[in-house]
């Protein structure tokens, strides 16, 4: 195996024995750690205190996200098993993929920094996008961005008719309340705030109506936001679990194929535990449908016809075998 392939397996395969858990263990300590500092950092007085140890620690982490970066675009073309399109080509075209680009805008605030002489507090900000990082090594993350690409028009059509219900409960509170508080409810925009945190059901209180109409509509309003509010929430659980028990069966499908010959070599073993780690699966979860499949292995019974005296094989669960023979008319 050559060196690009190596590090394609350790860094986007997450394999490669000890060596490669250490790497990505030593990537995922990196990017928490990163993080905790740029919070640390936002208090004033803790940054200057400690402000060498920040621009020491800033540096170190720049350097490895940006070797990161360099060799994920490097390896990218042995993501392909296509010989159609050049390397160069192949590098392109993963450099926009979303990944990638968090990647860059992970390192891209302290290039900028050379370049704007302002310690702009937005500017640090944006180094929190390392955040983001994480979901390469997260697999719930993957699920939840999955389940959301695949539920998006089912969110959408929830947000739509929440934002509806919002607009008529805004027109409500300003017909009744209009008049009688026009700085909270003296337009339709104005009254926007009190039913979005009201419909929500967070209500902060800071704007509350007065009249028994306004009362009224408030607890409908309120009462109605214990169910939409929860809706996009049930879309999202539903769809989680439905990707989750997607993924088990998936997984489960190629145990049974490579359970045909009833057992599992040690390649097959390797591909199970690269499969288990794409679909987002614990070791627990795989552990357990291998050992439901194993259980529910077909067994071959041989068999031999009284008459013919010719043998014949019968693929079966584990279990008895029963045979009704009928008598010819």
Not at 235 to 256: D, K, L, P
């Amino acid at each position: 195996m050559n060196i690009r392939k190596k590090t394609y397996q350790i860094l986007e395969k997450h394999t490669g024995g000890r060596l490669g858990f250490s790497i990505n263990l030593f990537l995922v300590v990196l990017i928490i750690s990163s993080i905790i500092a740029i919070i640390l950092e936002s208090d004033k007085d803790f940054a200057k205190q400690y402000e060498t140890s920040f621009s020491y620690f800033e540096f170190f982490a720049f350097s490895f996200f940006t070797l990161d970066y360099l060799l994920r675009i490097w390896i990218a073309p042995e993501a392909t098993n296509s010989n159609k399109k050049s390397d160069l080509t192949l590098r392109l075209k993963y450099s926009v993929t979303p990944m990638a680009i968090i990647d860059l805008l992970a390192i891209l605030p302290f290039f900028l920094g050379f370049f704007i002489a302002d310690d702009l507090i937005v500017l640090r900000s944006l180094r929190l996008i390392r955040a983001f990082k994480l979901t390469r090594y997260a697999r719930s993350m993957d699920v939840l961005l999955t389940v959301l690409k695949y539920e998006a028009t089912t969110f959408v059509s929830a947000f739509f008719i929440l934002g509806i219900i919002i607009i008529l409960a805004a027109t409500g509170i300003h017909l009744i309340e209009g008049e009688i508080q026009p700085e909270a409810f003296g337009s339709i925009p104005r009254s926007l705030w009190w039913a979005t945190v009201t419909l929500t059901t967070v209500g902060y209180g800071d704007v509350i109506p007065i009249t028994s109409g306004g009362k009224l509509l408030g607890g409908i309003v309120a009462i109605s936001g214990i169910t939409m509010a929860a809706l996009p929430a049930g879309i999202m659980a539903s769809g989680f679990t439905a990707e989750v028990n997607r993924r088990r069966e998936s997984f489960q499908t190629e145990v049974y194929m490579f359970m045909q010959d009833n057992t599992i070599s040690k390649n097959e073993h390797k591909k199970l535990d690269a499969l288990r780690h794409k679909l987002g699966l614990s070791h627990r979860d795989a552990r357990l449908i291998i050992k439901e499949v194993s259980q529910a292995a077909r067994f071959e019974t041989r068999l031999q016809c009284p008459h013919c005296k010719s043998t014949f094989h019968i693929n079966h669960p584990a279990g008895d075998v029963f045979i009704k023979v009928e008598k010819e008319n």
